[in-house]
């Protein structure tokens, strides 16, 4: 078992004030531009499709076609920008095979095959993407971290780093889909 020791603090830490809660319908909105995925069912999930800033997991059993799935979307929307393939599982050029036998290779489609977190934020924030996917979840890593690729702490530090890389705190805002391995009790699978 593991101690906390907790340090009482006599002063209030400097920092931007905290937030009051505010009446949900007195909250200002904004109008939100969504572009398509190219698959209507996937629109229709996402609300009307891809929002700017986004974060989505698309999890599920090993090999039912998550990665399959992200690729499609990722060519689609290269057609309008540039997309970020990162892939943790695959080699670049497994990632390719995949490709051309849905003939969905393309100019604007870039491939990293890393598994390194801090790599793969200087890759995303480096350049503008229209998109990022990462494959998956579970094999990229912190090597900051004792803990192997797939573990609580991994998985937690790794989609929290893409979390606020995806709402533009580390950059501009830039939609990431993730993909994650899923048990049959729908919780995410670690890596064995």
Known sequence: MQEEIVKEQSAPTAGPPAREPVALNR?????????????PEVDRVLGGGIVPGSFALLGGDPGIGKSTLLLQIAAFTSQSGPVLYVTAEESASQTRLRAERLQTAGDNLFVLAEGDINRIVQAITARRWRLVVVDSLQT?????????????????DVASRLMRVAKGEESQECPIFLVGHVTKEGSLRPVA
């Open 140 to 156: 990229v890593f912190n090597p900051g971290l004792e803990s192997a690729p797939g573990s609580v702490g991994q998985v937690r």
């Open 27 to 39: 909250i200002q909105t904004e109008t939100v531009s969504r572009f398509s995925s190219g698959l």
